[in-house]
């Protein structure tokens, strides 16, 4: 196909503008809410009467089962979308299944906690298995050379529309009675389905556009062997090559750190940072502030990814990277020291501003580095497949120094450390990709 057509590229960043609001209404800001209007009462977690398990620990196993889920059979579906060229088929259910989840979440009340949170393990993994393939569209479309430009092209897109998205949300929810709902409950649960809706409905954008590339000779053949087979050789390959195996380890450990962030900060924030109210007294943080917070990062995520796609042309994709670690690593010692709003206003505009950057050159800067290869959609589910796990063993590692320690402040030294290896693998990673013999 003719790489770098501004018709496709175009409607390739328009399925970040349609999934991007699952990760904002429901990963950030209004599911995590609702969830705890749900299950909290006097202060304390509502216990499952089936498990007997907190509801605060039930949704982050759901959440991490999502992905564990997607980390299982990524490899596997990956290979076999490229073996069969049929990405697109692959990315349209994992979109179809997350967009359905979300809005079948307006159902979701605490009598049907289970349930709800299955649906929520659902979105996780339509969101996290279709980008999958989104992401390996991306040096099928354009050359190399074009590759941040476009990469941060797709995460604004997401960046912008999920926001838009969120302000009608929010707006649903702080004022029910003007969009003809009964309450802010009935609300959250509406903003679920429009979440499902705009995912759905703007996906439908690049599904016309993108194409199935042509199958391989012998395509009929056991599609789980072969599936087997492109992974073994993406194996090999990786074995030998010094630089994007080096970068891949070094993308695992400074992603673990920004993938902890995202998910964890707003229940830091819940917990450690405080505000003043009209009379002057101490109290927590607001729903509202940190819905501003949430908002701020977003916005800001999206100045952040056009600044990076500049500074990588300036000083190459692997400085470029290694300044945005190294600014989540003071972002991190500064949050230990955080403890009001306003601090924590500052703080979440500095973490939207290497998060949107290190996002958008980490997908890019891997695409450059894959060798000549026709196993994009098998490559980049090494790629994602780090992703997840990543995800799954950061979260892990924030809980399990928050009960060795009892201390919330000190899961950030945990989060921090990941940065400095992450760092310092990213320093290991040479210029140009040297090649072993196989």
């Known amino acids: 196909m003719l790489k770098n057509d501004p018709k496709t590229i175009r409607a390739w960043t328009f ?6 609001a699952y990760s904002l209404t429901i990963t950030s800001a209004v599911f995590p ?6 299950t909290v009462k006097d202060g304390f977690d509502k216990v499952d009467k089936a498990y007997g398990i907190p509801a605060d620990s039930l949704q982050s196993y759901a959440l991490s089962a999502g992905f564990l889920i997607v980390a299982l059979i990524a490899p596997i579906l990956s290979g076999i979308a490229d073996h069969r060229g049929n990405k697109l088929n692959y990315l349209k259910f994992f979109c179809y299944l997350g967009a359905t989840s ?42 190399p050379k074009d590759h941040d430009r476009v990469s941060a092209r797709g995460y604004i897109m997401g960046y912008i529309g999920s926001v838009i998205l969120l302000v009608v949300n929010l707006l649903m929810v702080q004022m029910p009675e003007s969009f003809g709902l009964a309450d802010d409950s009935e609300a959250a649960r509406v903003s679920f389905l429009t979440v ?3 995912w ?19 395509a009929a053949a056991n599609a789980l062997t072969s599936g087997y087979r492109e992974l073994r050789k993406v194996w090999v390959q990786l074995r030998n090559t010094t630089r994007l195996k080096r970068f891949l380890s070094a993308f695992f450990m400074y992603n673990m750190g920004i993938q902890t962030v995202m998910y964890l900060a707003v229940s830091f924030a819940t917990k450690e940072i405080k505000d003043k109210d009209a009379a002057g007294n101490t109290i ?19 100045v ?12 190459g994709n692997l400085r470029a990277l290694g300044i945005g670690v190294l600014v989540w ?15 924590f206003y500052i703080l979440a505009s500095c973490v939207g501003l290497v998060m949107g950057g290190c996002q958008a050159l980490s997908r890019s800067t891997y695409s450059k580095f894959l060798p000549e290869t026709s196993d994009h959609a098998s490559y980049f589910s090494f790629y994602d497949v780090s992703f997840y796990l990543g995800t799954v063993l950061g979260t892990f590692a924030y809980g399990m120094v928050l009960q060795l320690t009892g201390d919330l402040r000190n899961t950030v030294i945990a989060i921090a450390s990941f940065f400095i290896i992450g760092l310092v693998l990213l320093l290991r990673v040479p210029k140009d990709e040297v090649v072993h013999a196989q």
């Open 304 to 315: 952040g990814a056009f600044i990076f796609t500049h500074l990588s042309r300036q000083f």
């Open 102 to 143: 979300c809005a079948g979440l307006y159902f979701f009340e605490y009598d049907t906690l289970i349930v709800g949170l299955g649906l929520f393990m659902l979105a996780c993994v339509g969101f996290s298995g279709s980008l999958i393939f989104y992401d390996a569209f991306l040096p099928e479309i354009a050359e």
């Open 196 to 198: 499902g809706i705009w």
């Open 284 to 302: 927590a943080i607001g729903d509202d502030s940190l819905i501003i917070s949430i908002l701020l990062i977003q916005l800001v995520a999206a």
């Open 33 to 38: 809410l609702y969830y705890a209007g749900i």
């Open 329 to 343: 690593v003071g972002i991190c010692i500064a949050a230990y020291f955080t403890h009001w709003a306003h601090e």
């Open 200 to 218: 759905a409905a703007w996906a439908q954008i690049a599904f016309r556009k993108l194409p199935n590339i042509a199958p391989r000779e012998n």
């Open 15 to 20: 399925y970040d503008w349609a999934n991007s």
